[in-house]
């Protein structure tokens, strides 16, 4: 086959996760934090992907359908499951070792047989004071059906026995994790050392308050994790406003399929059988685990020692930027790009309440996908359409996970006077893009666009590296004009002269381009393309990519996650090289580079290469016309390309091998470099 299946290739992705978690040169703490990232993909994958294709299954229409890589969907789900329960084993003999090395540092994960006396007062005034009024034991009997288990929950399931009465009796019991109670609790300890507890533990040493009105002589509790379908569906009929059919959706998430159970593996036998079987589930959904689950908490480990936590590094102003003056008269005189979690997330927000409460603007226009918890963008969307502006927000609802925040984030919008407009369920609103519009009093055009390929969220802009680009460009402006009028009417048919937009124009316009650059490899010029991004796994883009490198094209592809496509694979893609980095921040941003004979054609994207992403969502790619700009963005891709310390080469992707360093080579960092990169772009500035 010559494409990697897009499934299997993710969850090489998320063994690259696993690997900083291994590596030594990662802080301790940060890889105990990779674990829990590791898990958390895990968890999503199961209730998304595997979901779909269990789903697949299901469907006599699909049940024998060929997926990429030659699967069929019961073929894929047993591959899967071998792949998730290996990796579970992986995770396992890895956290063991962290543990290890945690305890040389003085720091110890202890569990209830382990405390002495002042700790175990301790954990009891813990339980009744944070945890015992939050906990509801739910009994299983014989007759009655299994209560609904909300999806993502830690359980216990509890096994209370009598030598008086033959019958066991049993319960399920919800562990309350949340932020007032979290999942780990810091003990009293002694000097030298620090003791931590999960909150799974204080409940074990305390099950004898919880039960304490029934007779029994034994009491055991095992945990279990259970995860359910989050696909979403929206067909509620047509009478139901979208956000009706939201919440209801939401609602129906809760209670989706279940698709994997996982248990301590010391849990009874009949006691698995007892909730398993209400269930409905198949064997190879039930996976024997270890006495912990649900370790996607391990992110929210609390902070012990600074120097073993990642070190921070704290965003840099942009150079062209001058705190407490107008970024409005600095993008009439040139366009701005910058480079996030690099550079201050703080300058679009700023940007955003210069025009908040400038005179001259008169209206905003935003797209608006996933938002910080208490967002700063909202915030200034608010206090612009209190001063009288003309506020639209695009809110796209089907943004998973996130759906019901941003039901919420719509009905305080309204509250604020904020007019709010989302799309339909079957074109997402993924785009990245604000217009400002005012009266050209004091500025050239009195128009500005920002268009960028990360989020509005300045939470993820600390973590996550993305582009924006501010700038006054009348082509620009045009177009933004165009696609949000389209947003506000879907029916509405535009063009524009420089954006590719999803799902019109972009396809045809990148394929074009990759056309371009065979056609002047078979000329003999130079001919190149490179493309940095989170996904490929388009076939017909793929396809093209194939094309061009048996055409002798350069194809450098940087992929963080799903690459279905085969590199450096005789006679199908000898000239292609793919390589994805994983590091303390998360490679987000979308770069595509074409030679275009000398006269280079740069372009930052909302978009993946991906069928969803081309086809079926409203995506924006902006082209980089300025040339101070496109050498920044090509010196920062040389840079991420050149990386031998995080970059590891996709051919083959299940390997995951590092890119070995050159002879006398000691090693490039590349986000280390880049922020190296961008620190020096202000000291030259300054001088």
């Known amino acids: 086959m010559n494409y990697y299946n897009r499934d299997l290739s993710w969850l090489s992705f998320n063994n690259r996760v696993l690997q900083e978690a291994e590596d030594s040169r990662v802080p301790l703490i940060q890889r105990l934090r990779f674990l829990g990232i590791y898990s958390s993909n895990n968890d999503e994958f199961i209730q998304v992907r595997l979901a779909h294709t269990m789903q697949l299954d299901r469907d006599a229409k699909t049940k024998k359908v060929l997926l990429p890589g030659g699967y069929t969907p019961r073929d894929l789900i047993r591959v899967i499951h071998q792949d998730v329960s290996a990796g579970q084993k992986k995770l396992t003999g890895i956290y063991q070792r962290i543990l290890a090395e945690m305890a040389a540092e003085g720091i110890y994960i202890i569990d209830e047989t382990m405390l002495d006396d002042e700790q175990k007062q301790f954990c009891r005034n813990y339980f009744i004071d944070v945890v015992s009024r939050r906990l509801l034991p739910l009994f299983l009997h014989k007759t009655a059906q299994l209560p609904f288990l909300p999806d993502s929950g830690i359980y216990f399931a509890v096994c209370l026995e009598s030598d008086k009465a033959p019958k066991k009796r049993f319960a399920i019991l919800q562990t309350p994790v949340n932020s007032s109670c979290p999942r780990f609790v810091k003990l009293p300890s002694q000097a030298g050392r620090q003791d931590i507890i999960f909150l799974d533990d204080i409940i074990r040493l305390c099950l004898d308050d919880i039960f304490f009105m029934f007779k029994y002589e034994r009491v055991h509790a095992y945990m279990f994790k259970l995860l359910r379908d989050a696909n979403l569906s929206l067909e509620l009929g047509l009478r139901k406003s979208i956000v009706e059919k939201m919440e209801k959706g939401l ?213 996550y590296s993305d582009f924006g680009l501010l700038t006054a460009n009348p082509s620009f402006v045009s ?47 130079p001919a190149y393309i490179w493309i940095k991004c989170n996904n490929i796994t388009d076939e017909k883009m793929a396809k093209a990519l194939y094309q061009a490198g048996k055409s002798g094209v350069d194809v450098k592809l940087i992929v963080r996650s799903a690459c279905i496509i085969k590199p450096q694979v005789p006679e199908l893609s000898e000239s292609i090289k793919a390589i994805s980095i994983i590091d303390k921040y998360l490679e987000h941003a979308r770069l595509m580079f074409f030679c275009n004979g000398g006269e280079e054609l740069i372009y930052i994207s909302s978009a993946d290469l991906m069928m969803r992403n081309l086809d079926r969502r409203v995506e924006v790619a902006a082209p980089v016309y300025d040339s101070e700009l496109q050498k920044e963005l090509k010196d920062f891709f040389e840079i991420q390309w050149s990386d031998t310390a995080k970059a590891r080469s996709l051919a083959p992707s299940t390997k995951n091998n590092y890119i070995p360093k050159q002879a006398g080579d000691t090693g490039v960092r590349a986000q280390q470099a880049l922020y190296d990169y961008y620190a020096k772009r202000i000291a030259k500035g300054s001088q």
């Open 251 to 463: 609602e129906e998430r809760m209670r989706g399929r279940p698709v994997r159970f996982v248990h301590d593996m010391k849990m009874p036998e009949d006691l698995v059988q007892a909730i398993v079987s209400r269930l409905k589930l198949k064997p190879e959904a039930i996976e024997p685990g270890r006495r912990y689950h649900m370790m996607r908490h391990l992110m929210s480990f609390p902070v012990i020692r600074p120097d073993l936590e990642v070190e921070s590094t704290p965003p840099l102003p942009h150079p062209d930027i001058v705190p407490c003056s107008s970024i409005i008269r600095k993008i009439d005189r040139q366009d701005i790009l910058t480079s996030f979690p690099y550079q201050s997330f703080g300058h679009v927000i700023d940007f955003l309440r210069e025009a908040a409460i400038s005179p001259t603007v008169e209206s905003i226009h935003i797209t608006l996908y996933r938002l910080a918890s208490d967002s700063k963008i909202v915030t200034a969307l608010i206090s612009a359409a209190r001063n009288g502006k003309r506020v639209i927000a695009y809110v796209e609802l089907l943004a998973r996970f996130d759906e019901e925040r941003n039901v919420g984030v719509i009905e305080t919008l309204q509250e604020a006077g904020v007019t709010v407009i989302h799309g339909s369920p079957e074109l997402k609103i993924h785009s990245k893009l604000i217009l400002v519009q005012s009266t050209p009093k004091t500025s050239k055009t009195g128009n500005y666009v920002y268009v960028g390929t990360g989020n509005f969220n300045e939470d993820t802009a600390k973590l």
């Open 479 to 525: 177009d933004a004009r165009a696609i949000f009028a389209f947003l506000g009417n879907m029916h509405r048919r535009f063009t524009c002269k420089s954006f590719l937009v999803s799902p019109f124009t972009m396809r045809k316009s990148i394929k074009k381009m990759i056309d371009n650059e065979i056609k002047n490899a078979k000329k003999g010029r």
